[in-house]
């Protein structure tokens, strides 16, 4: 069936523009787009009233709960929530119970993902067996089942010629090593961000060269192996020279943000409001703005929800005890407009980072708003006012640190291969 989307604002990630048109949509794929486009015989017409068109974001890092923990996220919740964010393509974390360490558990994992989920789902494979660092998995045979990339997630690999040997094997079978910049021995135990404000709040915390150190070493690891990598998290401005001397000396990497580093910062765990602590914690107002300039001048790549669900359980404790973690696919784009509407980063700039970027680190088609790309594509009001409520979030628990906050940007419609997924009648 072919669908036409008339009176959009265009957002071109690729091109980096903004223009006014129409875009059609046949067999799953765009087929034309410009400022006139005819509708063929037959065709379903949506006017877009003015609204932002946009390809859909491709979320990188998301924890769905299967197998192991379904009552915190399932593949059904999670794509609900991704397709009422804006969010075509969910590209999910081996931190599940047992891990994603083995072609079968990845088999089981594409099969419920195919089975539930409205929007597009890849999954990443652990790095090493149980995500213990000790032995690595079989990567060849997980990327011949369908894994995008392979990462231990927080669990860095403490030993490092463990690590160099992963990175050596992963580089000869071209696969993508994503990593998590914090050292484990500086960041054990840690529940905020070093100085001041921990200390008068009596919480432990971490330097922000805890990252810088462990960057230091995976990027020297990149250097020695060739290996494409991607720092999964980059939120500490003091690691951002070492980012921009690996880019300036040609090394294959690239790094993403949590939105939630983005436009939070550490002043706003209040009185210890357990739905703002995540990992890594938030840091400081300058981090914050150093890391929105990084996004801005392309050093950062990626930004995506580090989307990971805790129930009420394990977040109604002691700042300390309570579980790391925020849920993000739903609040993602209303998040990121708080970016364009301070005028730091502009719609096509902010795509680059939301769909074009994660999609093409990763080798996957979507991404991009041109003839023959998949038409994955989100419609969003960039201005609508309204206030969270977390109990509206459709995902499966609702630890978000946006709750009851004032937010602009709404989804009015998703469309995944050409079917629209949210909105509509």
């Known amino acids: ?27 799953g794929r765009i087929a034309a787009l410009g400022p006139q486009v005819d509708a063929p015989a037959g065709a379903e017409t949506v006017d877009c009233a003015g609204m932002c068109l946009a390809p859909g974001i491709v979320d990188v890092g998301v924890k769905v709960c299967e197998p192991g923990e379904r009552h915190k996220e399932s593949f059904r919740s999670a794509g609900l929530a991704a397709a009422a964010g804006g969010v075509t393509t969910i590209v999910t974390r081996p931190d599940t119970l047992p891990a994603i360490d083995t072609p079968e558990v990845l088999e089981f994992v594409t099969r419920r993902a195919r089975e539930a989920s409205p929007v597009r789902i890849k999954a990443m494979a652990a790095l090493t067996k149980g995500r213990e660092g000790r032995e690595m998995v079989e990567i060849g045979f997980m990327l011949d089942a369908g894994a995008v990339a392979f990462t231990d997630g927080d669990r860095v690999v403490e030993n490092t010629k463990v690590l160099s040997r992963c990175m050596t094997y992963a580089r000869g079978l071209g696969a993508l090593v994503m990593a998590h910049p914090q050292d484990p021995v500086l960041s054990a135990g840690a529940a905020a961000t070093s100085g001041k404000f921990a200390s008068l709040k009596g919480l432990p915390a971490v330097s922000p060269m805890a990252e810088r150190m462990a960057l230091d070493r995976d990027l020297a690891l990149v250097e020695m192996t060739g290996v494409k990598y991607h720092a999964d998290q980059i939120t500490a401005a003091r690691a951002l020279p070492a980012l921009e001397r690996a880019k300036a000396n040609g090394l294959d990497v690239t790094a993403g943000v949590s939105i939630h580093h983005l436009t939070l910062n550490e002043l706003d765990v209040g009185d210890y409001r357990t739905f703002f602590k995540v990992k890594p914690p938030l840091r400081s107002e300058d981090d914050r703005k150093a890391l929105v300039a990084a996004v801005a001048s392309g ?37 990121a407009m708080r970016l364009y509407h301070a005028g730091g980063i502009g719609l096509p700039q902010l795509w680059r980072a939301l769909s074009l970027n994660p999609a093409r680190r990763l080798g996957l088609e979507t991404g991009r708003l041109g003839v023959g790309a998949p038409a994955d594509l989100v419609l969003f009001d960039p201005d609508a006012p309204f206030v969270l409520d977390r109990f509206t979030l459709r995902s499966k628990s609702k630890n978000t640190p946006f709750d009851g906050a004032r937010m602009q940007g709404r989804v009015l419609g998703t469309w995944v291969a050409g079917r629209r997924v949210f909105g509509g009648v």
């Not at 523009?17 to 949509?25: H, Q, R």
């Not at 580090?306 to 300390?320: A, F, G, I, V």
């Not at 309570?322 to 993000?328: F, M, Q, T, Y």
């Open 299 to 335: 050093l950062i790549d990626v930004i995506s929800s580090m989307h990971t669900p805790q129930d009420e359980e394990s977040k109604r404790l002691p700042y300390e005890e309570a579980a790391s973690g925020a849920v993000g696919l739903e609040t993602l784009l209303p998040a």
């Open 1 to 27: 069936m072919s669908v036409l989307l008339t009176n959009a604002r265009l957002i071109d990630p690729e091109a980096g523009t903004e223009t006014k048109g129409a875009l059609l949509i046949e067999d």
